[in-house]
T-cell receptor, first 115, second 117 residues
Framework: GENVEQHPSTLSVQEGDSAVIKCTYSDSASNYFPWYKQELGKRPQLIIDIRSNVGEKKDQRIAVTLNKTAKHFSLHITETQPEDSAVYFCAASMNYGGSQGNLIFGKGTKLSVKP | DAGVIQSPRHEVTEMGQEVTLRCKPISGHDYLFWYRQTMMRGLELLIYFNNNVPIDDSGMPEDRFSAKMPNASFSTLKIQPSEPRDSAVYFC???????????????FGPGTRLTVT
């Protein structure tokens, strides 16, 4: 089955710096890679996702890159702000047509942005 | 839309008692997922449904856990009997398939924090 590894487990940056979180997956059939942000005591919320037919996707200060050959994908946050502090989860799943597979999550990265 | 609704938000029970968690997915969504989150094991999928039919329950820990989806707007996760190691936050999530006009995004409910003493 699919296995998702996420690194680092904790990340501390100064406000304004960039943060990068990396994930690898094992199943080459996976084709959907979302990133979720979870603030303390809250639900995971989707912040960005990428499909296997795309190499990079940006949304304001966040971007995700995907390398299908190497089976890894990364989250990039630029100009970090204190409100970016949270736990970030990557995930992978295999979806075809109208059929949807389950998400396999990484263990999470606790990001702390120091003002 | 109100989003995914879960109840109760907090549940404290004694070992051996039956616990029922409830979920109302986003209206129109055709997939429903139950997850468990702990510090040790992270986010784990327990079971998921498509059009009210269970598709994969391989994540259900043991026979003490059962889940049902009697209609498109309601699902339950039951633990009987409960044990202290079941203490966790249980999330329900829903999504709309590509066939239904969606794109695989899963929307999570607020979760139920279960404590078994």
């Amino acid at each position: 089955g699919e296995n998702v590894e996420q690194h680092p487990s904790t990340l501390s940056v100064q406000e304004g710096d960039s943060a990068v979180i990396k994930c690898t997956y094992s199943d080459s059939a996976s084709n959907y890679f979302p990133w979720y942000k979870q603030e303390l005591g809250k639900r995971p919320q989707l912040i960005i996702d990428i499909r296997s037919n795309v190499g990079e996707k940006k949304d304001q200060r966040i971007a995700v890159t995907l390398n299908k050959t190497a089976k890894h994908f990364s989250l990039h946050i630029t100009e970090t702000q204190p409100e970016d502090s949270a736990v970030y989860f990557c995930a992978a799943s295999m979806n075809y047509g109208g059929s949807q597979g389950n998400l396999i999550f990484g263990k999470g990265t606790k990001l702390s942005v120091k003002p | 839309d109100a989003g995914v609704i879960q109840s109760p938000r907090h549940e404290v029970t004694e070992m051996g008692q039956e616990v029922t968690l409830r979920c109302k997915p986003i209206s129109g969504h055709d997939y429903l997922f139950w997850y468990r989150q702990t510090m040790m094991r992270g986010l784990e999928l327990l079971i998921y449904f498509n059009n009210n039919v269970p598709i994969d329950d391989s994540g259900m820990p043991e026979d003490r856990f059962s889940a049902k989806m009697p209609n498109a707007s309601f699902s339950t996760l039951k633990i009987q009997p409960s044990e202290p190691r079941d203490s966790a936050v249980y999330f329900c999530a829903s999504s709309l398939s590509r066939g239904g006009g969606g794109g695989y995004e899963q929307y999570f409910g607020p979760g139920t924090r279960l404590t078994v003493t």
